[in-house]
């Protein structure tokens, strides 16, 4: 019979093995300091949760925006698992055949995802510092509001 998983993966993207009668995580990912993932997550998410945190000390901002992103991950997997299950269409008020809302819906979680990831700035590689500078365009100051349109009340 086999032993129940941990909620983490290891690296190799294998469910993490624990003990009988053991809940929760088990000893290898209960460890001082790094924070427990969010409930609620899929084992992608755990897996990508436990993934950072075993290799990256990161700051609470971006801890914050980490558990954004693995809740956003979660819910792209959910989505699909939705999509996968009742298909790519659906019917409309009028019996004719729309795209599934599910579809819409996971298309823009992953854009949110792309962006949370983008924002974290993690290394592709080992090789590259544990610092990840900002990397932004040139502040380009106060929006100017011409005097007709605040004139006009904004309209022009």
């Not at 294998?14 to 924070?35: E, F, N, Q, Y």
């Not at 075993?54 to 959910?78: F, I, K, N």
């Not at 992953?110 to 949370?116: A, H, N």
């Amino acid at each position: 019979m086999d032993r129940p998983t941990c909620a983490a993966t290891t690296t190799a993207g294998k469910p993490c093995r624990r003990p009988p009668g053991d809940t929760g995580l088990c000893s290898t990912h209960v460890r001082a300091g790094l924070p427990s993932p969010p409930d609620g997550l899929t084992p992608d998410a755990v897996g990508l949760w436990w993934s950072v945190l075993e290799r990256w000390d990161l700051e609470p901002h971006e801890l914050a925006l980490l558990r954004e992103t693995v809740r956003t991950l979660a819910r792209c997997d959910l989505l699909a698992e939705v999509v996968a299950a009742e298909g790519l269409t659906s019917t409309g008020s009028k019996g004719q055949k729309v795209t599934h809302p599910a579809v819409a819906e996971v298309r823009q979680q992953q854009v949110v995802l792309g962006r949370l990831l983008a924002q974290l700035r993690l290394p592709e590689d080992e090789q590259e510092p544990a610092s990840r500078p900002q990397r932004r365009g040139g502040f380009r100051g106060p929006q100017q509001v011409s005097p007709l349109r605040a004139i006009r009340g904004g309209a022009l």
